[in-house]
């Protein structure tokens, strides 16, 4: 185990080249970033300016980078495809804002989905994904198809599935991006839910109202970091709930309504 002091994330000199020969081009140009656990960044940025690319490094979905990075304070550029993948399945959980749901499964299928790389039973992989969907109530929609969902919906079951696997980190690119302000809202408060119970998360947003509830904003530029902002996240009240991936249930009482 790593102790508490270790960042959960380092990045050192990181550089991510596009193209080759004179048509080439530098998306990341040398980032230095130290991100502690429990912290709720968001990053900011005009169009092209690099998020997306650092976003997916950070989730090791991207091999041919120049530079450092450790996860827990251990060094994974180099480890090979199957054991990052196995971290990946392990420790993060992704959102996108192309909710990327299989449109052939139904929604506890799609939810249950990642466990099938932990050896559960079937059995229990459904028990699972059913707890995780009544966190996000959406008890009643176990059983539709995605086409059946409304954009709210469909991203919350994309969380639920997201954080099925108690990831410790959770990368979300413009995860409201495609949603009107309501839905944005319910998915921000339970990012903040995620927040307070201790878990890392890195948000990428266009939205600057949605950065107050991040703890760190971050602003980006020509594929550097330009601005660094620790400040005070809007929702500071303490819980009690512990950590996400400390936890064997995710349940929690809610007052925010269906949509
Ligand atoms: N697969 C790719 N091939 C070539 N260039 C890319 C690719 N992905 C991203 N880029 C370029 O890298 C830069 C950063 O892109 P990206 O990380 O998607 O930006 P952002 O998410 O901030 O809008 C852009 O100039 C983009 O055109
Ligand atoms: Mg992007």
Redo the contacts with the bound molecule.
Sequence with gaps: MPDTNTPVIKLTGLR?R??IGNAQ?H?LDGVDLTIQKGEFVAIM??????????L?ILGLLDHHIDGEYELDGRPVISLSARRQARIRSQQIGFIFQSFNLISRLSVIDNVALPLTYKGMTKLNRLKRASEMLAAFHLSEREYYMPHQLSGGQTQRVAIARALVNTPSIILA?EPTGNLDSRSSHIIMEELSDLHRRGNTIIM?THNPGLTTYASRIIT?LD?KIDTDTIRKPRKAKADGKRPLNKTVKVKKPKKAKKS
């Design positions: 991510k596009f193209g081009h998306a940025g005009p169009s092209g300016c690099g998020k997306t690319t650092l997916n690119d990428v980006m594929g």
